[in-house]
């Protein structure tokens, strides 16, 4: 995984897209400079799934307005029209305030941001992340979980936990019909080295006759070789903007 996490806007921010190879670097890169669909970056403590967030939010375009929200600050962006915003996810009980669930409604559904990046889903705002994504909006967030599987597991009891009238069922279709694509980072000892990498990428296509996910596997790191189907992906994304 190589995309260099320092920022950059305009005309060198499109010259370092084109100098990234056909990778999966380069797929992910691609989609967030088109706004082609929703991520979700998944991977335990430490694996640097905010890192690839910043990473890739150097890629975002820069002619719309963006949003960024976050329990603490994190997330290092430079965007000529960015809403930053940092709240926190729950609040005692009299404490006066606004949550982060409540702050991610209000621009979903009050202000137009081309993306919505929200740092970590911890609570009740993976319901409001999954919302915006149903409605169209394209939003980027990362996840704890160790694999793309267990992250969308986690995702769906944080909804769960927010809305439990809403039922299993109708979570997951939620996520099947707003999220586009995991991402997986891992660490991996290398000769010694511990290293933060990129070890799979799924594409949610719906779900099938058992009421489980379809995942589409675009990349796995085992063995360090692609499924070679960037470019059908690259296609059916377009298609989906």
């Not at 009980?93 to 941001?113: A, C, F, K, S």
Request: hydrophobic fraction near 45%; charged fraction near 20%.
């Amino acid at each position: 995984f190589a995309i260099n996490s320092e920022k950059s806007t305009g005309s060198e921010s499109s010259r370092r897209f084109q100098s990234l190879q056909n990778t999966p670097d380069r797929f992910l890169a691609w989609m967030v400079s088109t706004l082609s669909g929703s991520l979700m970056i998944a991977g335990e403590m430490g694996s640097g799934k905010t890192t690839l967030l910043n990473a890739l939010s150097g890629f975002l375009p820069v002619s719309a307005p963006i949003a960024a929200l976050e329990t603490f600050r994190e997330l290092e962006i430079q965007h000529p029209f960015l809403l930053r915003t940092v709240a926190p996810a729950e609040l005692s009980p009299g404490t006066p305030g606004v949550t982060l669930d409540w702050v991610l409604n209000v621009i979903y559904t009050r202000m137009n941001p081309a993306a919505i990046l929200v740092g970590e889903v911890v609570g009740n705002e993976a319901l409001q992340f999954l919302k915006a994504t149903c409605l169209g909006r394209k939003a980027l967030t990362t996840i704890h979980g160790g694999t793309i599987e267990e992250a969308l597991m986690r995702l769906e009891q944080l909804a769960l936990a927010a809305a439990p009238e809403l039922g299993l069922a109708a979570v997951r279709s939620m996520v099947a019909m707003g999220l586009d694509v995991v991402a997986l980072m891992g660490r991996v000892n290398r000769s010694g080295r511990i290293q933060r990498t990129l070890q799979a990428i799924a594409t949610i296509k719906g779900i099938d006759a058992t009421g489980n996910y379809r995942l589409d596997y675009l990349y796995r790191a085992e063995g360090e070789q692609n499924t070679p189907v960037f470019e059908l992906a690259y296609q059916q994304m377009e298609g989906m903007k």
